[in-house]
């Protein structure tokens, strides 16, 4: 039997993967994510690690406002600071799932009233994924056969679950005997069939269809080549049992079948309304599905409601009774929280100004919740542009590193970071802990008199006769804009380096960074799965026909990207990044800035808040989309 973990190890299913990404027609970096989901989470297990607080172009969005990437990450689950990361073995037989939250002790103070409020940045097109990954309904009405717990395993979902055979391309899913549709249809193997036959039918034109094109018959069936729906590799073996089978090994298909894409339709609702089928006042009732929720109104451009399924027998049912959303774009802030409205507000409709204020009241700040985003800011010197090019450019790019004052710059950012002083943030695994490294720190951290130092025996010895620079990044919002203002200052306060700013959309930035027309870039990574290949090959890595980020190009480095990514043996693996990572560092390639972080408010009422294993809250937010199952009110 092939173990979920081989895959990453083999280039072909690594660029097979790769392929149904782009067939999704999202962008690369937003489907990377599905990678770790599965096998990070197993190379982990193998591969352990050092590590520890606790969480990219539009995407789907989640309930609350919240923006869902593609899966993230089966991550290990996040450890304290220098601590050992705890490995996460990514389940073979489905034995060892993630029980959350069952394994969660059973609220005490219960309200009578168990009416949760919430709201969503626009009105959903519908709700009807199957179809349209981007209808911006709720998730919460389905269940795919996996699912994700707030450290990111997998846990079961309509699936209890799932063994592994003919090497990896075939996959049988052992459904919940109990599981129904939300109106007491038995829910069987023959609704995915029939769902992901569907999603695949040319017809459908289903926006993500490309994510089961490794199915056997599925590219061919999708593009009109000859195969048809009786050709897929679908076959129910009783009502209970889904078998799947691939056109050859996928390692990652577990994780395809716990994202958002491959939740079912209903069959019998499909055929009489249509398009139409997830509108209550067209059904005539609330809308048949299969999660924890059921919708039971919808109030175009105003308002829905889901109401908890009395059916739901999958998983433990949720102790909310009602959710209500309201359509409240992001825009406005915090009026609708502070007045009443709502008892929940991502981070995306909390204004940056308003968090020194929200931290100041002694009961905002109760309500006020910090949570990793897992990802690094730094800047990127082209080392192919002046004044970073040619015999002098490796001095000038260490100067870069040792001429911003990390500390001062995440007060400047209202504590939305922390200092970085290597590639991979502290709640991911293999993060390199400065207090136990001092000499990653000491290569990197701020000094102006070292910098100054660094230009010694260049033109720009003493801070002066700078060429024009650009310091080029993308539209993200106030917390990026103020950081970049604070980086200008920095390169002129301790460098003497006249920098002019120049922030551009997404869809002008992304095409010039990828053609190497910036000089100067400011940027950041949210990992997408929990692994350091993720980071030092996926974005550092030169060897690719495509997708690089920037034009440094080192042999030793790219070799031990790919010597790393394949060791087994937990110490020489972790020795293995921090080799690289000095690499990185001597070369002046990049310079780490901080990790970001983000804030959420939820009211005081509000109870079960999901957590990560080091206690850290996690809310909706990249990879983990389900906390509504464990929230509840309290009296």
């Known amino acids: 039997m092939r173990t979920p973990t081989e895959w990453l190890d083999d280039p072909e299913q690594v660029r097979r993967f790769e392929e149904r990404m782009r067939a999704a027609r999202v962008p690369r970096r937003q489907f990377l994510g599905i990678i770790g989901a ?50 996460t073995q990514a389940p073979r037989s489905g034995t060892n799932l993630s029980n959350w939250p069952a394994n969660q002790p059973a609220p005490t103070d219960l309200a009578a009233d168990q009416t949760y409020r919430a709201a969503v940045p626009e009105d959903p097109s519908s709700f009807d994924f199957n179809k349209d990954l981007y209808a911006a309904g709720s998730n919460y009405i389905w269940e795919g056969l996996l699912r994700y717990d707030p450290d990111f395993n997998l846990a079961p979902g309509t699936a209890e679950s799932y063994e592994v055979g003919s090497g990896g391309s075939v996959y049988v899913f052992k459904l919940n005997p109990k599981a129904t549709w939300s109106n007491g249809d038995p829910l069987t193997a023959d609704d995915y069939i029939y769902s992901w036959t569907r999603q695949l039918d040319p017809a459908t034109a289903a926006s993500y269809a490309g994510f089961l094109l490794d199915i056997k018959g599925a590219e061919s069936f999708n593009t009109k080549k000859g195969a048809t729906a009786k050709d897929l590799g679908l076959r129910a073996v009783d009502k209970n ?23 079912p339709a209903h069959k019998p609702s499909i055929e009489k309304h249509g398009e139409k089928a997830t509108e209550p006042s067209v059904v005539g009732g609330p809308v048949v599905s299969n999660g924890p929720f059921v919708l039971t109104k919808w109030d175009r451009g105003r308002e829905f409601v889901l109401e908890r399924n009395e059916r739901y027998a999958t998983n433990p049912k949720p102790t909310l009774q009602k959710i209500n959303y309201s359509v409240i774009p992001n825009t406005a802030g915090l009026a609708p929280y502070e007045g009443g409205q709502i008892d929940y507000r991502s981070f995306q409709g909390i204004p940056n100004g308003e968090i020194p204020r929200l931290l100041n009241d002694p009961q905002l700040k109760q309500q006020l919740h910090r949570h990793s985003q897992s990802g690094l800011w730094y800047l990127v010197p082209e080392v192919d542009k002046p004044p970073f090019n040619g015999e002098n450019g490796r001095k000038v790019r260490r100067a870069i590193q040792k001429a911003v004052n990390r500390e001062q710059l995440v007060k400047v950012i209202q504590n939305l970071g922390e200092p970085a ?89 992304r095409p010039a960074m990828y053609e190497g027309k910036l000089q100067l870039i400011f940027i950041r990574w949210y990992q997408d799965y929990p692994d350091p290949n993720n980071f030092y090959k996926d974005v550092f890595y030169s060897r690719k026909a495509s997708g690089k980020r920037q034009r440094w190009s080192n042999d030793q480095f790219d070799d031990g990207c790919l ?35 983000a804030y959420v408010l939820f009211k005081p009422k509000i109870g079960g808040i999901p957590k990560t294993k080091t206690g850290d809250v996690q809310p909706d937010w990249n990879i983990f989309i389900d906390m509504a199952r464990s929230l509840y009110i309290k009296k």
């Not at 691939?246 to 298909?253: I, K, S």
């Open 563 to 597: 010597k790393a990514g394949s060791e087994t043996d937990p110490a020489k693996r972790a020795q293995m990044y921090k080799d690289l990572e000095k690499i990185l560092q001597e070369e002046g390639v990049y310079s780490p800035l901080y990790y970001g972080y």
């Open 38 to 87: 599965l096998g990070a989470a197993a190379a982990l297990a193998a591969c352990g690690a050092e590590s520890a607080p606790a969480t990219s172009a539009p995407a789907p969005r989640a309930p609350g406002g919240a923006t869902t990437a593609a899966p993230t990450a089966a991550a290990a689950p996040a450890a304290t600071t220098g601590a050992a990361a705890a490995p």
């Open 421 to 509: 002083y290597s590639l991979i943030a502290p709640d991911l695994p293999y993060h390199i802990d400065p207090k136990t490294n001092p000499e990653f720190k000491q290569r990197v951290d701020f000094s102006k008199d070292a910098a100054m130092k660094e230009l010694e025996g260049t033109p720009y010895a003493g801070g002066r006769g700078w060429p024009e620079v650009v310091l080029s990044m993308r539209e993200e919002g106030a917390t990026s804009k103020t950081a970049g203002e604070f980086i200008q200052r920095q390169l002129k306060e301790n460098l003497g380096m006249e920098v002019k700013i120049d922030i551009q959309p997404q869809a002008v930035f």
């Open 241 to 263: 049992t889904l078998e799947v089978t691939l056109e050859r090994p996928a390692g990652y298909f577990p994780i395809l079948a716990a994202y958002l894409a491959a939740v």
